[in-house]
């Protein structure tokens, strides 16, 4: 799908949170990712990326966000944190992978396992199971390096109640 850049937001540790808006979303679940394709010095690039946004506000929002880190030799990632604009079109292939809540599979109380930028999947399967009262508990154990780069931290505190629990694991922290 065509998407536009709508907004971008600095978050904790130098990430981004990139936010896309799309005339049509299609069906995706919490905890899947999409993929970015724009053209960069002339050279198409793909990558994957873990979908931030919980999919009924997505949908209601026509929205679909990610953050993203720069890798020093990640090429798409370095762009998208340095160079990408407001207005710019990428293209999107939403929903994919099978990284989600599944009953069929899953037990009712989810331990999550997280460090850095790699928090991203599980905040859409917390905003899923806090805006849609799932029957899930999730617990997220989340390493960063300092207190100052846990990202999302505000969002995490909001989602914090008796279904969502998240224990942080500081490595700098004396």
Avoid: M
Wanted: no cysteine; proline share 5%.
């Amino acid at each position: 799908i065509k998407a536009t850049v709508e907004s971008i937001v600095e978050e904790a540790g130098g990430a981004k949170r990139i936010i896309f808006h799309a005339e049509e979303l299609p069906y995706f679940r919490s905890g899947t990712f999409l993929t970015i394709s724009i053209a960069i010095d002339g050279k198409p690039i793909t990558r994957p990326y873990s979908i931030v946004s919980e999919p009924n506000k997505a949908y209601a929002e026509k929205n679909v966000e990610i953050i993203v880190k720069k890798k020093e030799k990640g090429f798409l990632s370095k762009y998208l944190v340095e160079k990408l604009q407001v207005g710019e079109e990428v293209l999107l292939e939403v929903g994919l992978g099978e990284f989600h809540p599944n009953p069929f599979r899953d037990k009712k109380h989810l331990v999550a396992l997280a460090g850095g930028v790699g928090i991203t999947p599980f905040l859409s399967i917390a905003h899923d199971i806090v805006d849609n009262d799932l029957d899930y508990d999730l617990t997220i154990l989340y390493g960063s390096l300092t207190q100052d780069s846990i990202i999302a931290k505000k969002e995490l505190e909001a989602l914090s109640s008796d279904k969502i629990k998240v224990i942080h694991v500081i490595s700098n922290d004396p």
